[in-house]
Structures are given as C-alpha cells and as structure tokens.
C-alpha cells in the first residue's frame, strides 16, 4: 500500500502536466497563409503569346510555368496550354511587382500594382498582357477582375484592356 501511496502523487504531477500541455496545444491557435500567386503571358509586338523564358527580369520570386485551358482565357491562343511568367508572395504582395520585359533590344516596365491585404491575406492573380512595346504600365488589381474561366482557383482574371501607361517612371 505504501508503494501506491508513494507512486500516487509523481502519476498525479504526471497526468497534470500531460494534461495542462494538451489543453494549451488545443487552445493554440497559428496563423497559416496559402501564399498568393500572380500569374501572367508576355506578348510580342503582333499581341502573339510567346515564351517567356529569357525575355524578363524582376527582384520577384519568379519562375516560367505551364498553363493549361489558355484558350479558354486569353484572346488569341488555339494550343491548350501555354507557358507563363509566375511570381509568388509568401502570404501576400507586400509590393507592387516590377517586371522588365525584353523583346528584341527594347524594354517594357510592367508594374502590377496590388490591393492591400491584411497581415495573412492570401490571393492569386491571373494578367494578360498588351501587345509588347517600349515604355512604362501598369495595372491595378485591386481593382475587381473577371471570373476566371479557367477556374477560381487561380484568382481573378485581369484582361489586357486594364494596362495604362505609368504615370511616373520605374527606377
């Protein structure tokens, strides 16, 4: 009996702190973000979608993807998929993305200007592009985009139409 009564109190802090530890893990809450994505074509100066490997620069994290269903959103395309110029946020765009796009010894300024979020806000964009030519654009997409044809998944769908010229130069 003695050996229990010695060994009740140890279980007891045992089983209190398992306890305290499962009911603060349960009470934790974390803030996770799905990462927001912007997708978008580069066009060349006949408005044609081409590939844009090579052909831009950016301090993004950027990469050159696959895109299925093109026709389905982008005027002009008959193959079902093309390739197209990713960026990606970690939860947002803190920024507005820059990108240079080089065509043939020319360069257009892209900025794709963003709405702004709250601190774990995610969501993804789909641009298409103005025919290429020199100078300097933008795009609002804070502004409300189309349904994506594609799919919601991809986020709103920005068309050529919303580009404008900057107002003040890119650096």
């Known amino acids: 009996m003695k050996i229990i009564d010695s060994m009740t109190k140890p279980l007891l802090l045992i089983l209190f702190a398992t306890t305290t530890v499962c009911f603060l893990a349960a009470n934790a809450s974390a803030q996770i973000c799905a990462g927001s994505n912007l997708r978008f ?26 895109f299925k269903d093109a026709p389905k959103v982008f005027k002009g395309v008959r193959e079902n998929s093309v390739r197209v110029v990713r960026a990606s946020g970690m939860c947002n765009f803190r920024q507005p993305v820059k990108v240079a796009v080089k ?27 103005m ?32 580009w404008k010229k900057a107002k003040t130069a890119v650096p």
């Open 103 to 129: 065509l043939r010894g020319k360069v257009m300024n892209l900025t794709f200007l963003m709405p702004r979020f709250t601190e774990y806000e995610s969501r993804s964009f789909l641009a298409d592009s």
């Open 41 to 66: 074509v580069v066009r060349d100066e006949k408005g044609k979608v081409i590939d844009p490997t090579g052909t831009y620069e950016t301090t993004e994290r950027v990469k050159v993807e696959e």
């Open 131 to 162: 025919p290429f030519r020199a100078g300097t654009f933008e795009i609002d997409l804070a502004m409300a985009g189309e349904t994506n044809p594609a799919g919601g998944w991809l986020g709103s769908f920005f068309p050529a139409k919303g």
